[in-house]
Nanobody, 124 residues
Framework: QVRLDESGGGLVQSGGSLRLSCATS????????MGWFRQAPGKEREFVAG????????YFANSVKGRFTISRDNAKNTVYLQMNSLKPEDTAVYFC?????????????????WGQGTQVTVSS
């Protein structure tokens, strides 16, 4: 059974930081591209960041460039999203997802496996 379990969400003040983790099991993690997406109330899900299977390529939405970083530890089957300088508009449920093609690009259709999400709330 494939599992993607996000953790690390919470309530933080504007300008603060959070580190999200996504632990995976049931798949060859080192072959998968990984992505982070988010969905705010009343809005569509959007791509936040992605990383290729090797970690050599990373991708970011324009809205988070320079503030968020993505990394992976293939030995721990875990991908991370470091979020700095958080803004109220970053408030959303954050989901991690696995791309069996290995790319980790922004197209959500490439991702076959999704976690349940973790809530991030940024207060002003």
């Amino acid at each position: 059974q494939v599992r993607l379990d996000e953790s690390g969400g919470g309530l933080v003040q504007s300008g603060g930081s959070l580190r999200l983790s996504c632990a995976t099991s049931g798949r060859p993690f080192s072959n998968d591209g990984m992505g982070w997406f988010r969905q705010a109330p009343g809005k569509e899900r959007e791509f936040v960041a992605g990383i290729s299977w090797s970690g050599s390529s990373t991708y970011f939405a324009n809205s988070v460039k320079g503030r968020f970083t993505i990394s992976r530890d293939n030995a721990k089957n875990t991908v991370y999203l470091q979020m700095n300088s958080l803004k109220p508009e970053d408030t959303a449920v954050y989901f991690c997802a696995a791309d069996s093609h290995g790319f980790g690009r922004e197209n959500a259709d490439l991702y076959a496996y999704w976690g349940q999400g973790t809530q991030v709330t940024v207060s002003s």
